[in-house]
Structure formats: structure tokens, C-alpha cells
T-cell receptor, first 114, second 112 residues
Framework: DSGVTQTPKHLITATGQRVTLRCSPRSGDLSVYWYQQSLDQGLQFLIQYYNGEERAKGNILERFSAQQFPDLHSELNLSSLELGDSALYFC?????????????FGPGTRLTVT | SQELEQSPQSLIVQEGKNLTINCTSSKTLYGLYWYKQKYGEGLIFLMMLQKGGEEKSHEKITAKLDEKKQQSSLHITASQPSHAGIYLCGADWANTGNQFYFGTGTSLTVIP
């Protein structure tokens, strides 16, 4: 158990809908990363927050947004969902800002868009 | 990311055999990280390499970093079924801020 929790575990929704994925980092970790994993794209970095602020952005679509709250939990919002958004979404947390801090991954949220 | 290539893509070995997985970066590395993922689950950190020539071991897994070649190898000695899973290398590249990239992954099957 990494100490990172993600909810829900599974999500099935229709195209055009909006969903919110939630992540609670390990106690004491200030940094949260979001990743998308699909068969064709592999594991893609989406965005990083550190202590409430966005600090790095990767291949995140404009339809996706994220935020980190004062209690350090984070939410990833996906809107106008398309079939291609079906994937496993992971969050990871680390103690520091820099990439060299070990990242602890949550179990993931499996999103299926029908 | 195709800028972080892993080989082979998949590997099937008999229990007890040694094996090597490679990860090659097209960009200058600040750090190279190895993670293991069991199918459908989250990633587990194995080790981090930051200096050229650095070598680290964790149980029967050894990783080395060749800075000149921008390449890392992960070697498993006397493989066991518990080693099965997907191995991913991750990179922290120079001049990309805090962005983090993962390789294409190597799927390892160990036959008892």
C-alpha cells in the first residue's frame, strides 16, 4: 500500500459527459502528479501540483483540468469526454517539488467512456 | 514517450534465468528511474540513478546508468515469478522543468 488513495476505482460514463477523479496524497507529501495510461500512448504525464500551485504541465488536453486543494488532495476534471479518453488515470505523490523525489503511485481510476 | 525507448518490448523467460532490459534516452538526463507495474495496478518505485556509471541494486535487481550513451540497463538475476510485470523507466530531462516522462515499458513474463 503506497499510502496514496484514488477514487473512484472504476468509472463508466458516456461521451460528452464530465467526470471528476480524486486523489489523496501520502501524508506529508506536497506534490501531486497526474498520469494517463492507455494501450496506444503508454504512460503520459499530464500535470503536477505542488502545495496548491500548478508547477508542470505535460500532455494535458484543454478539456482536462486539475487543482490541488488546501488539504493537499487533488482532483482531475475531464469534460466533453470522448471514446479516446478511456484509460487508467493515476495520481502519484512525492515529498518535494523536483522530479528526483520518489513518486508513490495510487491504484488508479479506470475510466471507460461509452 | 518515444524519446525514451525501452527494449525489448516484451520478454518471456524461464524461472531462474537472467535477463536485461534497456532504456535509452534521446535527451540529456538529469535522472533515470525504474518502476515496476503489476498489470492494472499502480507503479512501484525500484531505484533512481543520477550519476554516470552509477549502479544500484535492490534484492536481485541491478540497474546501471551509462551517461555517455544516455542509457540505463536493468538486470534481473535468477528471475522468479514474482518478478513478472511491466518495467518502466522514467526520465527527468534537463531543461524541462519538473516534467516527468516514462518509457514505452517492457512486459516480463517468468515461466515457473
Amino acid at each position: 500500500d503506497s499510502g496514496v488513495t484514488q477514487t473512484p476505482k472504476h468509472l463508466i460514463t458516456a461521451t460528452g459527459q464530465r467526470v471528476t477523479l480524486r486523489c489523496s496524497p501520502r501524508s506529508g507529501d506536497l506534490s501531486v502528479y497526474w498520469y494517463q495510461q492507455s494501450l496506444d500512448q503508454g504512460l503520459q504525464f499530464l500535470i503536477q501540483y505542488y502545495n496548491g500551485e500548478e508547477r508542470a504541465k505535460g500532455n494535458i488536453l484543454e478539456r482536462f483540468s486539475a487543482q490541488q486543494f488546501p488539504d493537499l488532495h487533488s482532483e482531475l476534471n475531464l469534460s466533453s469526454l470522448e471514446l479516446g479518453d478511456s484509460a487508467l488515470y493515476f495520481c502519484a505523490s512525492s515529498v518535494g517539488l523536483a522530479a528526483y523525489y520518489e513518486q508513490y503511485f495510487g491504484p488508479g481510476t479506470r475510466l471507460t467512456v461509452t | 514517450s518515444q524519446e525514451l525507448e525501452q527494449s525489448p518490448q516484451s520478454l518471456i523467460v524461464q524461472e531462474g534465468k537472467n535477463l536485461t532490459i534497456n532504456c535509452t534516452s534521446s535527451k540529456t538526463l538529469y535522472g533515470l528511474y525504474w518502476y515496476k507495474q503489476k498489470y492494472g495496478e499502480g507503479l512501484i518505485f525500484l531505484m533512481m540513478l543520477q550519476k554516470g556509471g552509477e549502479e544500484k541494486s535492490h534484492e536481485k535487481i541491478t540497474a546501471k546508468l551509462d551517461e555517455k550513451k544516455q542509457q540505463s540497463s536493468l538486470h534481473i538475476t535468477a528471475s522468479q515469478p514474482s518478478h513478472a510485470g511491466i518495467y518502466l523507466c522514467g526520465a527527468d530531462w534537463a531543461n524541462t522543468g519538473n516534467q516527468f516522462y516514462f518509457g514505452t515499458g517492457t512486459s516480463l513474463t517468468v515461466i515457473p
